[in-house]
């Protein structure tokens, strides 16, 4: 439902079957219009919670706090031009991006793990191999197709 007046942002989401709500989401937003909270309720999740969101001055957001879930905690760090160069969630390990001249990553780091995305021409991510945790034996590659409707599936 959109009822903030003349910035027609969402208020709420709410998905019921019947007179049960699966899922409700409630948003909250700053004189910016960025969203501040997200809370969520229904039988959907196991506990009810709610996010909250730091922006720095350029508006990035730099952190995300659950309440009581410390899988939805995060932070982000950006470079000058808004490249998102690090991101950290529940006190794991940080993620770094290593950025090309088109500001593409060309390497994801976390711990002694890295993933390196390819491209093609049009800046597409077209593959992705990540290897387990625990080393390069067994790797996934995530190749990516790209379709008329330009989506990669």
Known sequence: MRTS????LIDYIENKVGTATVSKYDYSNDQLARRTARAHTGTAFTAADTVTYGYNDRSEVVSADAATDPNHDFAYAYDPIGNRQ?????????TSCT?????????LQQ?????NPQ??????????VVPPSGGPEGTTDHGLVKTKSRRHE
């Open 86 to 94: 690090t991101y950290t969630n529940d006190g794991n390990p940080a």
């Open 111 to 115: 711990g002694a793990g890295t993933v």
């Open 5 to 8: 007046l003349k910035r027609n």
């Open 99 to 107: 950025t090309n001249a088109l500001n593409q990553c060309t390497a």
């Open 119 to 128: 491209y093609d021409l049009d800046g597409n991510t077209t593959r992705l």
